[in-house]
Protein backbone atom coordinates (compact mmCIF):
# COMPACT_ATOMS: atom_id res chain seq x y z
CA UNK A 1 0.00 0.00 0.00
CA UNK A 2 1.50 3.76 -0.82
CA UNK A 3 0.84 6.77 1.18
CA UNK A 4 0.94 10.08 1.01
CA UNK A 5 3.74 11.56 2.40
CA UNK A 6 3.09 15.39 4.43
CA UNK A 7 6.97 17.10 4.63
CA UNK A 8 7.62 20.76 6.11
CA UNK A 9 10.14 20.96 3.26
CA UNK A 10 10.38 24.38 1.30
CA UNK A 11 8.47 24.76 -2.02
CA UNK A 12 6.42 21.74 -0.49
CA UNK A 13 2.96 22.05 -2.68
CA UNK A 14 1.75 18.94 -1.61
CA UNK A 15 -0.73 18.86 1.58
CA UNK A 16 -2.07 15.53 3.07
CA UNK A 17 -5.08 14.67 5.66
CA UNK A 18 -3.23 12.87 8.75
CA UNK A 19 -7.07 11.84 9.72
CA UNK A 20 -7.03 10.15 6.69
CA UNK A 21 -3.43 8.93 6.40
CA UNK A 22 -1.97 6.49 8.21
CA UNK A 23 1.69 7.34 7.78
CA UNK A 24 2.77 10.81 7.31
CA UNK A 25 6.40 11.09 8.76
CA UNK A 26 7.79 14.45 9.48
CA UNK A 27 3.86 15.85 10.98
CA UNK A 28 2.85 12.51 12.87
CA UNK A 29 6.15 11.58 14.21
CA UNK A 30 4.91 9.14 16.21
CA UNK A 31 3.91 7.00 13.61
CA UNK A 32 7.58 7.30 12.07
CA UNK A 33 7.82 3.07 13.18
CA UNK A 34 4.97 1.72 11.50
CA UNK A 35 6.70 1.26 7.79
CA UNK A 36 10.14 1.33 6.27
CA UNK A 37 10.31 3.84 3.60
CA UNK A 38 12.64 4.43 0.84
CA UNK A 39 13.75 7.71 0.12
CA UNK A 40 11.71 7.94 -3.10
CA UNK A 41 8.68 7.53 -0.54
CA UNK A 42 10.00 9.98 1.19
CA UNK A 43 10.03 12.85 -1.33
CA UNK A 44 7.74 11.27 -3.87
CA UNK A 45 8.19 12.15 -7.60
CA UNK A 46 5.34 13.79 -8.12
CA UNK A 47 6.70 16.58 -5.28
CA UNK A 48 10.05 16.19 -7.31
CA UNK A 49 8.19 16.79 -10.82
CA UNK A 50 6.82 19.97 -8.70
CA UNK A 51 10.39 21.10 -7.49
CA UNK A 52 12.00 21.12 -10.80
CA UNK A 53 8.61 22.71 -12.51
CA UNK A 54 8.77 25.75 -10.00
CA UNK A 55 12.75 26.03 -10.31
CA UNK A 56 13.38 25.42 -14.06
CA UNK A 57 13.45 28.66 -15.48
CA UNK A 58 16.55 29.44 -12.98
CA UNK A 59 18.23 26.12 -13.83
CA UNK A 60 17.95 27.48 -18.03
CA UNK A 61 19.12 30.77 -16.82
CA UNK A 62 22.39 28.76 -16.17
CA UNK A 63 22.34 27.02 -19.57
CA UNK A 64 22.00 29.99 -21.46
CA UNK A 65 25.05 31.86 -19.42
CA UNK A 66 27.52 28.80 -19.81
CA UNK A 67 26.57 28.13 -23.61
CA UNK A 68 27.25 31.61 -24.47
CA UNK A 69 30.41 31.73 -22.19
CA UNK A 70 31.94 28.35 -23.18
CA UNK A 71 35.83 27.80 -22.86
CA UNK A 72 37.86 24.88 -24.01
CA UNK A 73 40.01 22.47 -22.03
CA UNK A 74 42.53 24.26 -20.13
CA UNK A 75 41.14 27.38 -20.09
CA UNK A 76 37.84 26.81 -18.24
CA UNK A 77 38.82 29.59 -15.30
CA UNK A 78 35.32 31.81 -15.81
CA UNK A 79 32.82 28.35 -16.33
CA UNK A 80 34.58 26.78 -12.66
CA UNK A 81 34.23 30.42 -11.21
CA UNK A 82 30.18 30.50 -12.05
CA UNK A 83 29.87 26.80 -10.91
CA UNK A 84 31.59 27.35 -7.68
CA UNK A 85 29.18 30.23 -7.05
CA UNK A 86 26.38 28.14 -7.68
CA UNK A 87 27.29 24.85 -5.44
CA UNK A 88 28.52 27.86 -2.29
CA UNK A 89 24.71 29.52 -2.99
CA UNK A 90 22.97 26.37 -2.35
CA UNK A 91 24.96 25.56 0.61
CA UNK A 92 28.26 23.52 -0.19
CA UNK A 93 31.59 23.82 0.97
CA UNK A 94 33.42 24.37 -2.17
CA UNK A 95 37.15 23.91 -2.84
CA UNK A 96 38.45 25.45 -6.40
CA UNK A 97 41.95 24.97 -8.58
CA UNK A 98 42.14 20.75 -7.55
CA UNK A 99 43.79 19.34 -10.88
CA UNK A 100 43.52 22.64 -12.60
CA UNK A 101 40.04 24.45 -12.66
CA UNK A 102 38.53 21.49 -11.15
CA UNK A 103 35.76 22.35 -8.43
CA UNK A 104 34.54 20.37 -5.66
CA UNK A 105 31.61 20.95 -4.01
CA UNK A 106 30.90 18.70 -0.34
CA UNK A 107 27.42 18.67 1.45
CA UNK A 108 27.40 16.99 4.82
CA UNK A 109 23.98 15.23 5.48
CA UNK A 110 24.36 12.67 8.70
CA UNK A 111 26.00 9.67 8.57
CA UNK A 112 25.86 7.30 5.11
CA UNK A 113 27.01 6.61 1.98
CA UNK A 114 29.09 9.15 -0.38
CA UNK A 115 27.92 9.74 -3.51
CA UNK A 116 29.60 11.40 -5.99
CA UNK A 117 27.96 13.74 -9.32
CA UNK A 118 30.28 14.60 -12.23
CA UNK A 119 29.73 17.09 -14.64
CA UNK A 120 32.47 18.58 -17.02
CA UNK A 121 33.23 22.07 -18.02
CA UNK A 122 34.88 22.07 -20.95
CA UNK A 123 33.86 23.49 -24.47
CA UNK A 124 35.03 22.70 -27.80
CA UNK A 125 36.84 25.00 -30.78
CA UNK A 126 33.92 24.97 -32.77
CA UNK A 127 32.42 27.31 -34.88
CA UNK A 128 28.41 27.80 -33.65
CA UNK A 129 26.22 27.62 -36.18
CA UNK A 130 22.99 26.86 -34.95
CA UNK A 131 21.45 30.62 -35.49
CA UNK A 132 20.01 30.47 -32.00
CA UNK A 133 19.11 33.63 -30.21
CA UNK A 134 22.01 32.89 -27.57
CA UNK A 135 24.48 31.12 -29.73
CA UNK A 136 27.97 31.80 -28.73
CA UNK A 137 29.94 34.36 -30.21
CA UNK A 138 33.34 33.20 -28.34
CA UNK A 139 36.53 32.71 -30.06
CA UNK A 140 40.30 31.35 -29.17
CA UNK A 141 43.19 30.75 -30.72
CA UNK A 142 44.13 27.10 -31.21
CA UNK A 143 47.49 25.71 -31.04
CA UNK A 144 48.47 26.44 -34.74
CA UNK A 145 48.06 30.39 -34.19
CA UNK A 146 44.27 29.85 -36.23
CA UNK A 147 40.92 31.40 -34.74
CA UNK A 148 38.19 29.41 -33.79
CA UNK A 149 34.83 29.47 -32.54
CA UNK A 150 34.09 28.06 -29.14
CA UNK A 151 31.03 26.13 -28.41
CA UNK A 152 29.18 23.56 -25.92
CA UNK A 153 29.13 21.29 -28.49
CA UNK A 154 29.10 18.18 -26.66
CA UNK A 155 25.98 19.04 -24.04
CA UNK A 156 28.55 20.18 -20.91
CA UNK A 157 26.69 23.19 -20.71
CA UNK A 158 23.70 20.78 -20.51
CA UNK A 159 25.64 18.63 -17.52
CA UNK A 160 26.57 21.79 -15.89
CA UNK A 161 23.34 23.90 -15.69
CA UNK A 162 21.42 20.04 -14.76
CA UNK A 163 24.20 19.68 -12.18
CA UNK A 164 22.98 22.82 -10.26
CA UNK A 165 19.64 22.31 -10.37
CA UNK A 166 20.27 18.92 -8.71
CA UNK A 167 22.56 20.55 -5.76
CA UNK A 168 20.04 23.11 -5.32
CA UNK A 169 17.03 20.26 -4.73
CA UNK A 170 19.34 18.25 -2.83
CA UNK A 171 20.14 21.01 -0.58
CA UNK A 172 16.76 22.43 0.14
CA UNK A 173 15.67 18.56 0.78
CA UNK A 174 18.17 17.48 3.56
CA UNK A 175 15.16 15.67 5.42
CA UNK A 176 14.94 13.38 2.64
CA UNK A 177 18.28 11.66 2.61
CA UNK A 178 21.46 11.06 4.68
CA UNK A 179 24.99 10.84 3.77
CA UNK A 180 27.57 12.81 1.95
CA UNK A 181 26.79 14.59 -1.68
CA UNK A 182 30.40 15.01 -3.54
CA UNK A 183 30.23 17.42 -6.77
CA UNK A 184 32.56 17.26 -9.39
CA UNK A 185 33.37 19.96 -12.33
CA UNK A 186 35.87 18.49 -13.90
CA UNK A 187 38.30 20.12 -16.32
CA UNK A 188 39.65 18.98 -19.61
CA UNK A 189 37.45 16.24 -20.58
CA UNK A 190 37.44 16.70 -24.40
CA UNK A 191 41.38 16.24 -24.11
CA UNK A 192 41.02 13.02 -21.98
CA UNK A 193 43.11 14.31 -18.65
CA UNK A 194 40.90 16.26 -16.62
CA UNK A 195 39.89 13.16 -14.76
CA UNK A 196 43.56 12.20 -13.77
CA UNK A 197 44.70 15.73 -13.07
CA UNK A 198 42.03 15.66 -10.28
CA UNK A 199 42.82 12.08 -8.91
CA UNK A 200 46.53 12.84 -9.08
CA UNK A 201 46.16 16.33 -6.75
CA UNK A 202 44.57 13.97 -4.60
CA UNK A 203 40.52 14.16 -4.96
CA UNK A 204 39.71 10.87 -3.09
CA UNK A 205 42.15 11.53 -0.49
CA UNK A 206 41.22 15.25 0.13
CA UNK A 207 37.44 14.82 -0.22
CA UNK A 208 35.47 12.01 1.05
CA UNK A 209 35.95 8.88 -1.09
CA UNK A 210 32.61 8.20 -3.06
CA UNK A 211 30.98 4.79 -2.55
CA UNK A 212 28.86 5.10 -5.74
CA UNK A 213 29.14 7.61 -8.99
CA UNK A 214 27.01 8.95 -11.30
CA UNK A 215 26.86 11.10 -14.46
CA UNK A 216 25.17 11.89 -17.73
CA UNK A 217 25.64 12.71 -20.97
CA UNK A 218 23.99 14.08 -23.70
CA UNK A 219 22.63 12.27 -26.63
CA UNK A 220 21.52 13.61 -29.65
CA UNK A 221 19.72 10.35 -31.61
CA UNK A 222 17.10 9.38 -28.50
CA UNK A 223 14.07 12.09 -27.81
CA UNK A 224 13.55 14.72 -24.99
CA UNK A 225 11.80 12.45 -21.84
CA UNK A 226 13.93 9.56 -22.16
CA UNK A 227 17.42 8.07 -20.99
CA UNK A 228 19.76 5.04 -22.09
CA UNK A 229 21.95 2.74 -20.32
CA UNK A 230 24.99 0.46 -21.42
CA UNK A 231 25.01 -2.22 -18.83
CA UNK A 232 28.94 -2.92 -18.73
CA UNK A 233 31.16 -1.44 -21.30
CA UNK A 234 29.80 1.98 -22.80
CA UNK A 235 32.48 3.88 -23.76
CA UNK A 236 36.04 2.80 -25.54
CA UNK A 237 39.58 3.19 -24.96
CA UNK A 238 40.65 6.43 -27.08
CA UNK A 239 44.49 6.56 -28.03
CA UNK A 240 45.64 9.53 -30.57
CA UNK A 241 48.83 8.67 -32.35
CA UNK A 242 50.72 10.37 -34.38
CA UNK A 243 53.35 9.40 -36.87
CA UNK A 244 56.35 11.34 -38.20
CA UNK A 245 57.37 9.34 -41.43
CA UNK A 246 60.69 10.13 -42.47
CA UNK A 247 62.05 9.92 -45.76
CA UNK A 248 65.12 12.35 -48.06
CA UNK A 249 63.91 15.01 -49.64
CA UNK A 250 64.76 16.40 -53.34
CA UNK A 251 63.54 17.65 -56.95
CA UNK A 252 60.36 15.71 -57.61
CA UNK A 253 61.82 15.38 -61.18
CA UNK A 254 64.58 13.08 -59.93
CA UNK A 255 62.69 10.59 -57.20
CA UNK A 256 65.69 8.30 -57.76
CA UNK A 257 67.35 10.63 -55.76
CA UNK A 258 65.15 10.92 -52.76
CA UNK A 259 63.22 8.60 -49.90
CA UNK A 260 59.70 9.59 -50.74
CA UNK A 261 58.01 10.28 -47.42
CA UNK A 262 54.53 10.61 -49.17
CA UNK A 263 55.12 7.63 -50.71
CA UNK A 264 55.35 5.45 -47.38
CA UNK A 265 52.32 7.75 -46.13
CA UNK A 266 50.39 6.45 -48.17
CA UNK A 267 51.50 2.85 -48.39
CA UNK A 268 51.05 2.57 -44.13
CA UNK A 269 47.55 4.26 -43.94
CA UNK A 270 46.82 1.16 -46.29
CA UNK A 271 48.92 -1.35 -44.08
CA UNK A 272 46.78 0.13 -41.31
CA UNK A 273 43.75 -1.09 -42.26
CA UNK A 274 44.69 -4.59 -42.28
CA UNK A 275 44.77 -4.14 -38.75
CA UNK A 276 41.21 -4.46 -37.45
CA UNK A 277 40.69 -6.80 -40.32
CA UNK A 278 43.39 -9.51 -39.80
CA UNK A 279 44.63 -9.17 -36.30
CA UNK A 280 41.96 -8.25 -34.54
CA UNK A 281 39.60 -11.63 -33.78
CA UNK A 282 35.90 -10.64 -35.29
CA UNK A 283 33.52 -9.75 -32.53
CA UNK A 284 36.43 -7.43 -30.81
CA UNK A 285 35.18 -3.81 -31.34
CA UNK A 286 37.96 -1.93 -32.96
CA UNK A 287 39.22 1.20 -35.17
CA UNK A 288 41.97 2.56 -36.72
CA UNK A 289 41.25 5.95 -38.19
CA UNK A 290 43.92 8.13 -40.00
CA UNK A 291 42.46 11.56 -39.38
CA UNK A 292 44.85 13.67 -40.94
CA UNK A 293 47.91 13.47 -43.51
CA UNK A 294 50.20 16.53 -43.60
CA UNK A 295 52.95 16.89 -45.39
CA UNK A 296 54.89 18.02 -48.20
CA UNK A 297 55.00 22.27 -49.41
CA UNK A 298 54.95 21.97 -53.45
CA UNK A 299 54.22 20.56 -56.96
CA UNK A 300 57.69 19.37 -57.87
CA UNK A 301 59.23 19.16 -54.09
CA UNK A 302 59.94 15.72 -52.30
CA UNK A 303 59.82 16.81 -48.77
CA UNK A 304 62.09 15.39 -45.74
CA UNK A 305 58.94 14.26 -43.80
CA UNK A 306 55.13 13.48 -43.68
CA UNK A 307 52.60 13.41 -40.51
CA UNK A 308 49.96 11.30 -39.68
CA UNK A 309 47.98 11.75 -37.20
CA UNK A 310 45.51 8.90 -36.03
CA UNK A 311 43.00 7.50 -33.03
CA UNK A 312 42.25 4.37 -31.99
CA UNK A 313 39.52 2.70 -30.58
CA UNK A 314 38.80 -0.53 -28.44
CA UNK A 315 37.43 -1.80 -25.23
CA UNK A 316 39.38 -4.19 -23.36
CA UNK A 317 43.07 -3.58 -22.72
CA UNK A 318 44.24 -6.93 -24.79
CA UNK A 319 43.15 -5.42 -28.14
CA UNK A 320 44.13 -1.93 -26.74
CA UNK A 321 47.85 -3.43 -26.58
CA UNK A 322 47.73 -5.56 -29.70
CA UNK A 323 46.34 -2.21 -32.14
CA UNK A 324 49.28 -0.03 -30.57
CA UNK A 325 51.65 -2.59 -31.00
CA UNK A 326 50.66 -3.31 -34.38
CA UNK A 327 50.99 0.20 -35.47
CA UNK A 328 53.90 0.67 -34.56
CA UNK A 329 55.11 -2.50 -36.33
CA UNK A 330 53.97 -1.68 -39.40
CA UNK A 331 55.27 2.28 -39.59
CA UNK A 332 58.56 0.68 -38.83
CA UNK A 333 58.17 -1.90 -41.21
CA UNK A 334 56.70 0.63 -44.08
CA UNK A 335 60.26 2.66 -43.95
CA UNK A 336 62.28 -0.10 -43.75
CA UNK A 337 60.96 -0.97 -47.07
CA UNK A 338 61.64 2.21 -48.59
CA UNK A 339 65.19 2.07 -46.98
CA UNK A 340 64.00 5.31 -44.88
CA UNK A 341 64.94 6.35 -41.23
CA UNK A 342 62.80 4.70 -38.59
CA UNK A 343 59.65 6.72 -37.79
CA UNK A 344 58.95 8.27 -34.88
CA UNK A 345 55.67 7.23 -33.49
CA UNK A 346 54.21 8.47 -30.54
CA UNK A 347 51.39 7.59 -28.57
CA UNK A 348 49.02 10.36 -26.23
CA UNK A 349 45.85 11.48 -24.70
CA UNK A 350 45.12 8.14 -23.40
CA UNK A 351 41.53 7.63 -22.70
CA UNK A 352 40.94 4.02 -20.54
CA UNK A 353 37.27 2.31 -21.68
CA UNK A 354 34.46 3.55 -19.30
CA UNK A 355 32.58 0.43 -18.06
CA UNK A 356 29.41 0.75 -15.94
CA UNK A 357 29.29 -1.19 -12.73
CA UNK A 358 26.88 -3.66 -13.34
CA UNK A 359 25.10 -3.66 -9.73
CA UNK A 360 25.02 0.29 -9.84
CA UNK A 361 23.50 -0.12 -13.15
CA UNK A 362 21.14 -2.17 -11.91
CA UNK A 363 19.89 0.43 -8.81
CA UNK A 364 20.26 3.71 -11.22
CA UNK A 365 17.48 1.78 -14.12
CA UNK A 366 14.93 1.12 -11.26
CA UNK A 367 15.51 4.76 -10.24
CA UNK A 368 15.12 6.02 -13.77
CA UNK A 369 11.80 4.17 -14.17
CA UNK A 370 10.20 5.22 -11.05
CA UNK A 371 10.99 8.52 -12.14
CA UNK A 372 10.24 8.58 -15.79
CA UNK A 373 8.46 5.49 -16.65
CA UNK A 374 9.82 2.00 -17.81
CA UNK A 375 8.64 2.96 -21.44
CA UNK A 376 11.18 5.76 -21.09
CA UNK A 377 14.18 4.12 -19.89
CA UNK A 378 15.92 2.67 -23.32
CA UNK A 379 18.87 0.16 -24.04
CA UNK A 380 21.83 1.34 -25.65
CA UNK A 381 24.39 -0.41 -27.37
CA UNK A 382 27.79 0.45 -26.38
CA UNK A 383 29.48 3.34 -28.66
CA UNK A 384 33.38 3.86 -29.24
CA UNK A 385 33.63 7.43 -28.25
CA UNK A 386 35.99 7.98 -25.28
CA UNK A 387 35.14 9.62 -22.00
CA UNK A 388 37.65 9.91 -19.67
CA UNK A 389 34.72 9.41 -16.53
CA UNK A 390 35.90 5.98 -16.37
CA UNK A 391 39.44 7.02 -14.86
CA UNK A 392 37.43 7.06 -11.81
CA UNK A 393 36.36 3.45 -11.86
CA UNK A 394 39.70 2.58 -12.83
CA UNK A 395 40.61 4.26 -9.21
CA UNK A 396 37.86 1.77 -7.30
CA UNK A 397 34.49 3.55 -7.45
CA UNK A 398 31.57 2.12 -8.98
CA UNK A 399 30.63 4.05 -11.82
CA UNK A 400 27.44 4.84 -13.65
CA UNK A 401 27.47 7.27 -17.04
CA UNK A 402 23.98 7.41 -18.74
CA UNK A 403 22.51 8.94 -22.14
CA UNK A 404 20.24 11.90 -21.70
CA UNK A 405 17.95 12.34 -25.01
CA UNK A 406 18.05 16.12 -25.58
CA UNK A 407 16.54 16.35 -28.92
CA UNK A 408 12.60 16.63 -28.41
CA UNK A 409 10.36 14.33 -30.62
CA UNK A 410 8.60 17.25 -32.92
CA UNK A 411 12.12 18.18 -34.23
CA UNK A 412 13.39 14.45 -34.59
CA UNK A 413 10.15 13.42 -36.19
CA UNK A 414 10.88 16.64 -38.68
CA UNK A 415 13.98 15.09 -39.21
CA UNK A 416 13.41 11.91 -40.33
CA UNK A 417 10.67 13.58 -42.19
CA UNK A 418 13.17 15.27 -44.48
CA UNK A 419 15.58 11.90 -43.99
CA UNK A 420 17.98 14.04 -42.08
CA UNK A 421 19.90 12.84 -39.26
CA UNK A 422 20.13 14.43 -36.20
CA UNK A 423 23.03 17.03 -35.67
CA UNK A 424 25.93 14.79 -33.97
CA UNK A 425 27.60 15.88 -30.98
CA UNK A 426 30.73 17.97 -31.77
CA UNK A 427 28.80 19.45 -34.98
CA UNK A 428 28.14 22.97 -34.95
CA UNK A 429 24.64 22.31 -36.06
CA UNK A 430 23.73 20.62 -32.40
CA UNK A 431 21.83 21.78 -29.99
CA UNK A 432 19.52 20.37 -27.30
CA UNK A 433 15.88 21.47 -26.72
CA UNK A 434 17.35 22.69 -22.71
CA UNK A 435 13.49 23.33 -20.55
CA UNK A 436 12.24 19.20 -22.03
CA UNK A 437 16.06 17.64 -21.42
CA UNK A 438 17.13 19.47 -18.43
CA UNK A 439 13.14 18.75 -16.62
CA UNK A 440 14.52 15.13 -17.55
CA UNK A 441 18.23 14.91 -16.56
CA UNK A 442 17.16 16.61 -12.78
CA UNK A 443 14.07 13.75 -12.01
CA UNK A 444 16.34 11.17 -13.05
CA UNK A 445 19.49 12.22 -11.69
CA UNK A 446 17.46 13.01 -7.93
CA UNK A 447 16.36 9.94 -7.91
CA UNK A 448 19.15 7.61 -8.67
CA UNK A 449 20.98 10.29 -5.75
CA UNK A 450 18.03 10.10 -3.31
CA UNK A 451 17.68 6.24 -3.72
CA UNK A 452 21.78 5.94 -2.78
CA UNK A 453 21.29 7.80 0.27
CA UNK A 454 18.44 6.68 1.83
CA UNK A 455 17.07 7.78 5.10
CA UNK A 456 18.58 5.78 7.98
CA UNK A 457 21.43 4.56 5.96
CA UNK A 458 24.62 4.02 7.57
CA UNK A 459 28.29 3.69 5.99
Same mark, same amino acid.
Given at each position: MQFPICYPMQNCRQVCDCRTTIL?????????????????? @??????? #????????????? #?????? @????? /?? @?????????????????????????GFGVVAVLENGKGPTVMLRTDLDALPVSEATLLPYASKATVTTASGATSGVMHACGHDIHMSNLIGVARFMSSHKDAWRGTLLLIGQPAEERGSGARAMLDDGLFKRFPRPDHALALHCESTTPTGTVAVSPGYSLANVDSVDIIVKGQGGHGSAPETTIDPVVQAAELVIALQTIVSREIKPGNPAVVTVGAINGGTKHNIIGNSCHLQLTVRSYTDEVREKLLAAIKRKAEAV??????????????????????? #???????????????? /?????PMEPVMGGEDFSQYGLAGVPIVMYRLGVIAPDRLAAMNAREQQPPSLHSAEFYPDPVEALTTGMDTMIHATLDLLPVGSRN
Open positions: CMFSCTCLFFLAPLTAIG @QVKSAAI #DKWIEAHIDGVVD #DYIHLH @QNPEV /SF @QEKETAAYMAAAWREAGFTVTERVGAAGHRAPKPDVRFSEGTPALRND #DALTARAVESFRAAIG /SENVL
